[in-house]
């Protein structure tokens, strides 16, 4: 694609414009009403931590980068081009978006967290556009690939791309040269409270899975030429209708043989994890957890063992990553709409999947966060601070994360499995003026599943 850099620059600056005016003139809210004075205040001030709901801050903010980012992408900018964008379009909302203070961990949660949702939608409505297509087909095929990607969309509407037919070159993706296994499960979910087998919640729950490439068959060392991708809607009930995000994706690596007929990937990896949950019954007001791992990168292996003789497959991941931004749910502070809190650490992460041939498979995943909240309240004057600028982390301490996941599927034909799957969280806070507090749960899931 030719490069249009000033396209993605004006389309940057509009995203915000109209996110902007969207807040202004239709939700009519405070924080819109920005002004040369609230822009200079916001220079001289500086950065804090402010107190958004979970979601907001760490869902909403990447998706938010996300726009900025397939301004780029969709302007036929590269991966590290596109990425500059987020970070600008970011730091411009941060500056002049809003009267309030410009915020550490939404600059870090859009511009970083944008990356990753940015390069995994961009590559995801690949998969469907086909401009040899007309008709009915076509139109369904540019609707789904706007409702993933909406800027990318927005620009083929513009250029014309969105119904000019071609002869040659009119597929987005070579799946030969890069395989893509989808899956997407429906069944229901149960979600215990405080760790009782029988006292919980159940609900409709829908599951979108993509294997991206196959890490050990790698044609192209390209960021985020291999990536899974997997995220879980609550159709109905109380919890929040996005219950988990979670991605891992190469950004760059090598492909060797250790031993003959073994084969290993090692690489640098980005992640992003989300994990949010709200009260399962109101009358123990427990909130299961609230995990996030919004902006972490480090070093990863994928390593398979050669096949048995009865087609049996076995493939173990593992990862070690920085986090720059993380979250967790808090038992203590409570400020405007967070109840969480903010900080960085590390993760460890391990992932053992097991093929039995045509007969169905099994995976074993493991990951533990280790999260630090360096900025505390303590010593402030909490009647007397305007709570936009408290400026503070959470409760100053440190959280340890585990969240241990099986997973069985069995296959009923080419196309058709079921999934029962089973999840363990576990939460142990330490906290540096409060009681230390554990919390333990669980939730099961039994789905239908349907192999694209």
Same mark, same amino acid.
């Given at each position: 694609?030719?490069?249009?850099?000033?396209?993605?620059?004006?389309?940057?600056?509009?995203?915000?414009?109209?996110?902007?005016?969207?807040?202004?003139?239709?939700?009519?809210?405070?924080?819109?009403?920005?002004?040369?004075?609230?822009?200079?205040?916001?220079?001289?001030?500086?950065?804090?931590?402010?107190?958004?709901?979970?979601?907001?801050?760490?869902?909403?903010?990447?998706?938010?980068?996300?726009?900025?980012?397939?301004?780029?992408?969709?302007?036929?900018?590269?991966?590290?081009?596109?990425?500059?964008?987020?970070?600008?379009?970011?730091?411009?909302?941060?500056?002049?978006?809003?009267?309030?203070?410009?915020?550490?961990?939404?600059?870090?949660?859009?511009?970083?967290?944008?990356?990753?949702?940015?390069?995994?939608?961009?590559?995801?409505?690949?998969?469907?556009?086909?401009?040899?297509?007309?008709?009915?087909?076509?139109?369904?095929?540019?609707?789904?690939?706007?409702?993933?990607?909406?800027?990318?969309?927005?620009?083929?509407?513009?250029?014309?791309?969105?119904?000019?037919?071609?002869?040659?070159?009119?597929?987005?993706?070579?799946?030969?040269?890069?395989?893509?296994?989808?899956?997407?499960?429906?069944?229901?979910?149960?979600?215990?409270?405080?760790?009782?087998?029988?006292?919980?919640?159940?609900?409709?729950?829908?599951?979108?899975?993509?294997?991206?490439?196959?890490?050990?068959?790698?044609?192209?060392?390209?960021?985020?030429?291999?990536?899974?991708?997997?995220?879980?809607?609550?159709?109905?009930?109380?919890?929040?209708?996005?219950?988990?995000?979670?991605?891992?994706?190469?950004?760059?690596?090598?492909?060797?043989?250790?031993?003959?007929?073994?084969?290993?990937?090692?690489?640098?990896?980005?992640?992003?994890?989300?994990?949010?949950?709200?009260?399962?019954?109101?009358?123990?007001?427990?909130?299961?957890?609230?995990?996030?791992?919004?902006?972490?990168?480090?070093?990863?292996?994928?390593?398979?063992?050669?096949?048995?003789?009865?087609?049996?497959?076995?493939?173990?991941?593992?990862?070690?990553?920085?986090?720059?931004?993380?979250?967790?749910?808090? @038992?203590?502070? &409570? *400020?405007?709409?967070?109840?969480? =809190?903010?900080?960085? $650490?590390?993760? !460890?992460?391990?992932?053992?999947? #097991?093929?039995?041939?045509?007969?169905?498979?099994?995976?074993?995943?493991?990951?533990?966060?280790?999260?630090?909240?360096?900025?505390?309240?303590?010593?402030?004057?909490?009647?007397?601070?305007?709570?936009?600028?408290?400026?503070?982390?959470? @409760?100053?301490? &440190? *959280?340890?994360?585990?969240?241990? =996941?099986?997973?069985? $599927?069995?296959? !009923?034909?080419?196309?058709?499995? #079921?999934?029962?799957?089973?999840?363990?969280?576990?939460?142990?806070?330490?906290?540096?003026?409060?009681?230390?507090?554990?919390?333990?749960?669980?939730?099961?899931?039994?789905?239908?599943?349907?192999?694209?």
């Amino acid at each position: 694609m030719k490069k249009y850099p000033w396209r993605a620059e004006s389309e940057t600056f509009r995203i915000n414009a109209v996110v902007w005016g969207f807040d202004r003139y239709i939700m009519q809210e405070d924080f819109a009403k920005i002004s040369w004075k609230s822009v200079r205040k916001n220079l001289r001030h500086g950065f804090v931590w402010d107190n958004d709901q979970f979601s907001t801050n760490l869902f909403a903010h990447p998706y938010h980068g996300n726009l900025y980012y397939n301004a780029a992408r969709s302007s036929g900018l590269n991966f590290w081009e596109s990425a500059s964008y987020t970070f600008a379009g970011s730091l411009m909302w941060e500056i002049a978006g809003e009267i309030e203070p410009p915020a550490i961990n939404d600059f870090l949660a859009t511009s970083i967290g944008g990356i990753a949702l940015g390069e995994v939608t961009y590559r995801l409505s690949s998969l469907i556009l086909d401009d040899s297509r007309t008709g009915a087909n076509r139109f369904l095929r540019e609707f789904a690939g706007t409702l993933i990607s909406p800027v990318r969309g927005l620009n083929r509407i513009i250029t014309g791309d969105a119904w000019k037919k071609r002869s040659t070159h009119y597929l987005y993706h070579n799946f030969e040269e890069t395989p893509v296994r989808f899956q997407v499960v429906l069944g229901n979910r149960y979600l215990a409270d405080d760790n009782y087998l029988f006292r919980g919640k159940h609900n409709i729950y829908v599951e979108f899975k993509v294997d991206y490439g196959d890490p050990l068959e790698i044609t192209h060392n390209e960021p985020y030429d291999y990536f899974r991708f997997k995220t879980v809607f609550n159709l109905i009930g109380s919890q929040p209708v996005i219950s988990s995000v979670n991605l891992r994706a190469k950004l760059l690596g090598r492909n060797m043989e250790p031993v003959p007929g073994h084969t290993m990937l090692v690489g640098l990896f980005q992640h992003f994890d989300y994990f949010d949950s709200e009260v399962v019954l109101k009358r123990s007001g427990h909130i299961p957890y609230k995990i996030s791992e919004a902006a972490a990168f480090g070093p990863g292996m994928v390593y398979e063992f050669p096949s048995t003789t009865n087609h049996i497959d076995i493939r173990q991941s593992s990862f070690l990553n920085l986090i720059l931004l993380g979250g967790s749910y808090t @038992d203590y502070y &409570n *400020v405007i709409d967070r109840n969480y =809190n903010m900080g960085s $650490g590390f993760s !460890l992460k391990s992932s053992t999947s #097991v093929k039995f041939g045509n007969y169905g498979d099994f995976e074993l995943n493991l990951q533990h966060y280790r999260i630090f909240t360096w900025k505390g309240y303590e010593n402030k004057d909490l009647e007397h601070t305007d709570p936009l600028y408290l400026n503070a982390q959470g @409760d100053k301490g &440190n *959280v340890m994360l585990t969240v241990i =996941n099986s997973v069985i $599927g069995i296959q !009923l034909n080419r196309r058709f499995k #079921v999934n029962a799957e089973a999840s363990y969280y576990m939460r142990r806070t330490y906290y540096k003026y409060h009681d230390n507090v554990s919390f333990e749960t669980f939730e099961t899931k039994l789905g239908l599943a349907y192999l694209f």
